[in-house]
Nanobody, 125 residues
Framework: VQLQASGGGFVQPGGSLSLSCTLS????????IAWFRQAPGKEREFVTA????????SYADSVRGRFTISRDNAKNAVSLQMSSLKPEDTAVYYC???????????????????WGQGTLVTVSS
């Protein structure tokens, strides 16, 4: 099983950036995909997730309205569109996959079985 995250980089405040995550080695349709992030000196935190099946989504309050998650089951990929980026969005972003989520647990880091390697997003002027 492999999760591959890509798309990080440097952007100025107010700018946009897109991240992508692909999952291979399992049936993609059976997995919810989430993004977590970890800033220097801080714990890893939930950002957003998209469930399997109904594709319901969940967002952290800090990113709601600015970030959009979507999935393409034909490509085994999830995209994260980030706009109106702020310096406090600076972090390493990790995608994660779980076949065990339900709507009440989708934000819980402990239900995610597979993790990507992380991609750095830096928002600075």
């Amino acid at each position: 099983v492999q999760l591959q995250a890509s798309g990080g980089g440097f952007v100025q405040p107010g700018g946009s950036l897109s991240l992508s995550c692909t999952l291979s080695g399992v049936n993609f349709d059976d997995y919810a995909i989430a993004w977590f992030r970890q800033a220097p000196g801080k714990e890893r935190e939930f950002v957003t997730a998209i469930n399997r099946g109904d594709r319901s989504t969940s967002y952290a309050d800090s990113v709601r309205g600015r970030f959009t998650i979507s999935r393409d089951n034909a490509k085994n990929a999830v995209s994260l569109q980030m706009s109106s980026l702020k310096p406090e969005d600076t972090a390493v972003y990790y995608c994660a996959a779980s076949s065990r989520t339900i709507s009440s647990t989708i934000r819980n880091i402990n239900v995610y079985d597979y993790w990507g390697q992380g991609t750095l997003v830096t928002v600075s002027s």
